[in-house]
């Protein structure tokens, strides 16, 4: 894997990030007041660029869970990226960065359509926003797929977390069987296996005791599902790329659009963000 190490000086705070060009995953995020690191890296990560790196922002795209023509959760994770924009100071102080992904032999050997990816990240003092376009450049074939970033949220005991957001809504619980429910409760709480798909989400959630004891606010524009996600014990012992004891500090909330595919015609494009905010 290439990877890029950058420090910049934002609003006169010091944010750092890594990011791998071959998985398109950013690895590491974190401020000068907060000394950990915001995102999850498993000890046990295989950077081999033929697997997807456990931890951090992994991207996934077009497919969503197990897919009969690819790796599960798509290629993008997989795939390598382009720097279409060195990160680069901007006027206002932030620091932004631009990849790309398109079509080319080894996608096009699962999914037959053309398409272009661009993947736009935008980091401030205490902020980190993901700007997400998919192009359908075709001019005869539409395409539908799904879309989700993959976010591994760093927490001292997950048991301890409180997500909002989700009150009222319908989700598929995959681990019983794809059932489905509705969450009642004001703030979700995990002290089990989970792995369940939320639709038609609030715009915005909070995760309480991250790292430091802080707050992360997440704001999504056109994510309408949030997935969470946490192994537990025994799942966590079937993952290689994961620790057996890795499980209570981590905790994925992720932004996408799952349950309703996106469908784009020949030409046309969608776009979505997510922007997490420390609190």
């Given at each position: 894997?290439i990877?890029?190490?950058?420090?910049k000086?934002?609003?006169?705070?010091?944010i750092?990030y890594?990011?791998c060009?071959?998985?398109?995953?950013i690895n590491?995020?974190?401020?000068?007041y907060?000394?950990?690191?915001?995102?999850?890296?498993?000890?046990?990560?295989?950077?081999?660029?033929?697997?997807p790196?456990?931890?951090?922002?992994?991207?996934?795209f077009?497919?969503?869970?197990?897919w009969?023509?690819g790796?599960?959760?798509?290629?993008a994770?997989?795939a390598?990226w382009?720097v279409?924009k060195?990160p680069?100071r901007?006027p206002s102080g932030?620091?932004?960065?631009i990849?790309s992904l398109?079509d080319?032999?080894?996608?096009?050997?699962?999914?037959?359509?053309?398409?272009?990816l661009?993947?736009?990240?935008i980091l401030r003092?205490?902020e980190l926003?993901?700007?997400i376009?998919?192009?359908?450049p075709?001019?005869?074939l539409?395409?539908?797929?799904?879309?989700?970033?993959?976010t591994?949220?760093?927490?001292?005991?997950?048991?301890?977390?409180?997500i909002?957001g989700?009150?009222?809504?319908?989700?598929?619980?995959?681990?019983?069987?794809?059932?489905m429910y509705?969450?009642?409760?004001e703030?979700?709480?995990i002290n089990?296996?989970t792995?369940?798909?939320?639709?038609n989400?609030?715009?915005?959630?909070?995760i309480t005791?991250?790292?430091s004891?802080?707050?992360?606010r997440?704001?999504?524009?056109n994510?309408?599902?949030t997935?969470?996600?946490?192994?537990?014990?025994?799942?966590?012992?079937?993952i290689?790329?994961?620790?057996?004891d890795?499980?209570?500090?981590?905790?994925?909330?992720e932004?996408?659009?799952?349950?309703t595919?996106?469908?784009?015609?020949?030409?046309t494009?969608?776009e979505?963000?997510?922007?997490?905010?420390?609190?």
């Open positions: 894997n990877k890029i190490a950058i420090q000086l934002v609003s006169n705070s010091l750092s890594y990011y060009i071959n998985d398109s995953i590491r995020y974190k401020t000068h907060v000394t950990q690191c915001f995102f999850v890296y498993s000890k046990q990560a295989i950077f081999d660029g033929k697997r790196i456990r931890g951090g922002v992994p991207f996934v077009p497919q969503f869970g197990d009969a023509f790796p599960m959760h798509g290629f994770r997989i390598r382009h279409e060195m680069e901007l932030d620091v932004e960065a990849f398109m080319d032999d080894f996608t096009r050997s699962m999914w037959h359509f053309q398409f272009r661009t993947y736009r990240l003092e205490k926003h993901f700007n376009g998919v192009y359908n075709s001019k005869e539409t395409f539908s797929c799904q879309l989700l970033l993959h591994y949220f760093k927490v001292p005991d997950v048991r301890r977390c409180q909002t989700l009150h009222g809504c319908m989700f598929i619980d995959k681990t019983r069987e794809g059932v509705q969450d009642t409760r703030v979700v709480t089990e296996c792995s369940r798909i939320y639709q989400t609030m715009q915005e959630h909070i005791n991250v790292v004891g802080r707050k992360m997440i704001q999504k524009y994510f309408p599902d997935v969470i996600w946490n192994p537990w014990a025994e799942l966590a012992k079937e290689p790329d994961l620790g057996d890795e499980f209570p500090n981590m905790v994925c909330v932004a996408g659009r799952i349950a595919p996106i469908v784009l015609l020949p030409g494009a969608f979505a963000s997510q922007i997490l905010q420390v609190m």
